[in-house]
């Protein structure tokens, strides 16, 4: 996964979330009362296709805007 194929999958949609190295989410809200917003260390997996670009971790999403 890389940030560019994550954004080209979730075009219509507001966000998009990288997750486990190689997970694409896509969504249009943000829950922050169930899963509030986590230390950016916590999302410490490379990309699969970008080893340099962090794609979240386990359970942790590194959330963008579309």
């Not at 954004?7 to 694409?24: D, E, P, V």
């Amino acid at each position: 996964m890389s940030l560019a194929k994550c954004r080209h999958l979730c075009i219509g949609y507001k966000y998009l979330g990288l997750q486990y190295a190689y997970q694409c989410f896509c969504g249009n809200h943000l829950n922050h009362r169930v899963y509030p917003q986590s230390s950016e260390l916590q999302c410490n997996m490379g990309c699969t296709s970008e080893p340099h670009r962090m794609c979240g971790g386990v359970w942790r999403n590194s959330v963008y805007k579309v």
